[in-house]
């Protein structure tokens, strides 16, 4: 059986939803690929050159910057999911002027897309806000600075439920990226000068994560529960 790094950056459940799934009922083995996933947030480009990589977004700025020719093979997810959290008192995100914002560095997909929204609603993120750049991890730190009142408003990823932090932490969502901008975020790319467009193991993981996307569209009970497990503070309700 063949191995091929698969990696993904910042913790998000919907870029492992789909490898859970796969992973747990064998389409992997299946393909006679053993796919070992991999957190490649602190990655240099070159290490991730070797891998095949789940963020779209990232692989395409990479491509936009530096000409590296990251091929996109599938796409799983259309819109970003990101969330814009802030405290209760502020009810838009006009009123986030002159406050603290954590978001992600500018040159990492997140924070590129948070610097187009911000601007779009007339904002610029390097003047009417104070910009703190924050590695995602899993967004606990995130909270907690929202709660004690160290930031204004957040970025936060899929691995926190935004209705969740509303109703248990007190938190206002004033906006959900996926409702601004539509860009392929998530899926399988590789760069093909590292890992061709027809080496077999790239080939079986696109056709095993197919596979465990029309099994979660056909049973979707099956995806929710691979959701709750990556999740791990959230109820059944949740």
């Given at each position: 059986?063949?191995?091929?790094?698969?990696?993904?950056?910042?913790?998000?459940?919907?870029?492992?939803?789909?490898?859970?799934?796969?992973?747990?009922?064998?389409?992997?083995?299946?393909?006679?690929?053993?796919?070992?996933?991999?957190?490649?947030?602190?990655?240099?480009?070159?290490?991730?050159?070797?891998?095949?990589?789940?963020?779209?977004?990232?692989?395409?700025?990479?491509?936009?910057?530096?000409?590296?020719?990251?091929?996109?093979?599938?796409?799983?997810?259309?819109?970003?999911?990101?969330?814009?959290?802030?405290?209760?008192?502020?009810?838009?995100v006009s009123e986030l002027r002159g406050r603290r914002v954590a978001m992600h560095p500018g040159l990492v997909a997140p924070g590129c897309f948070t610097r187009i929204i911000l601007r779009g609603r007339g904002l610029d993120p390097d003047t009417d806000i104070e910009a703190a750049p924050m590695h995602p991890g899993d967004y606990s730190e995130h909270i907690r600075m929202l709660e004690s009142g160290e930031l204004d408003a957040a970025v936060i990823g899929s691995t926190w439920s935004p209705e969740q932090l509303v109703a248990e932490r007190g938190l206002r969502l004033l906006l959900f990226f996926g409702d601004e901008l539509q860009i392929p975020t998530t899926g399988v790319a590789v760069d093909p000068s590292a890992v061709g467009l027809d080496d077999p193991r790239a080939r079986g993981v696109v056709r095993a994560n197919l596979r465990a996307l029309g099994t979660m569209l056909a049973d979707p009970a099956l995806g929710a529960e691979h959701v709750r497990r990556l999740l791990p503070a959230a109820d059944a309700a949740t």
């Open positions: 059986m063949t191995e091929l790094d698969f990696a993904y950056v910042g913790l998000g459940v919907h870029e492992e939803v789909v490898y859970s799934v796969a992973d747990e009922l064998g389409y992997y083995a299946d393909e006679g690929v053993r796919v070992s996933i991999r957190d490649g947030v602190r990655w240099d480009d070159e290490r991730l050159r070797q891998a095949a990589v789940v963020g779209l977004g990232r692989t395409l700025l990479i491509r936009l910057l530096a000409g590296t020719p990251w091929t996109m093979l599938c796409v799983n997810t259309e819109r970003p999911l990101f969330w814009l959290m802030a405290r209760a008192e502020f009810a838009d």
